[in-house]
C-alpha cells in the first residue's frame, strides 16, 4: 500500500504562489509517474502536470510558465510550485503516483488540497 498526504492549499488572491506538498509512503516498487490533478466544481478531474521516472515533466498548457512540478527523492515529496495564479485555477488538487511490480501497475490519490484564488 501506498499512501499520498497533500498539504500546502490556502486562499490566495490573483497573481499570488502557493507551493503543494505531496509525501509518499508505503511500498513504492517502480516508480513510473507522479502527478497533479485538479477538479473544479461542476468539471471532470484534470491533469495539471506530471513528473516521470526519467525526469521528463507533463504541463498542461493552461498553466505552462507559471507552475512547477518537482520531486524530492530522497524525502519521497512531490511538489508543485504555482505562482501567477488565476481564479480559473480555482479547484481541489489531488497527488497521484502510478507504480508497478513485475505482475502488475498500481495507482493511488491524496485525499486533495483546496486552492482557491479570489479577490
Known amino acids: 500500500q501506498v499512501q499520498l498526504v497533500e498539504s500546502g492549499g490556502g486562499l490566495v488572491q490573483p497573481g499570488e504562489s502557493l507551493r503543494l506538498s505531496c509525501a509518499a509512503s508505503?511500498?513504492?516498487?517502480?516508480?513510473?509517474?507522479m502527478g497533479w490533478y485538479r477538479q473544479a466544481p461542476g468539471n471532470e478531474r484534470e491533469l495539471v502536470a506530471r513528473?516521470?521516472?526519467?525526469?521528463?515533466?507533463f504541463y498542461v498548457d493552461s498553466v505552462k510558465g507559471r507552475f512547477t512540478i518537482s520531486r524530492d527523492n530522497a524525502k519521497n515529496t512531490l511538489y508543485l510550485q504555482m505562482n501567477s495564479l488565476k481564479p480559473e485555477d480555482t479547484a481541489v488538487y489531488y497527488c497521484h503516483l502510478k507504480h508497478s511490480t513485475p505482475t502488475r501497475t498500481f495507482e493511488y490519490w491524496g485525499q486533495g488540497t483546496q486552492v482557491t484564488v479570489s479577490s
Open positions: 513528473i516521470f521516472n526519467t525526469g521528463g515533466k
Open positions: 508505503g511500498n513504492i516498487y517502480s516508480l513510473l509517474f
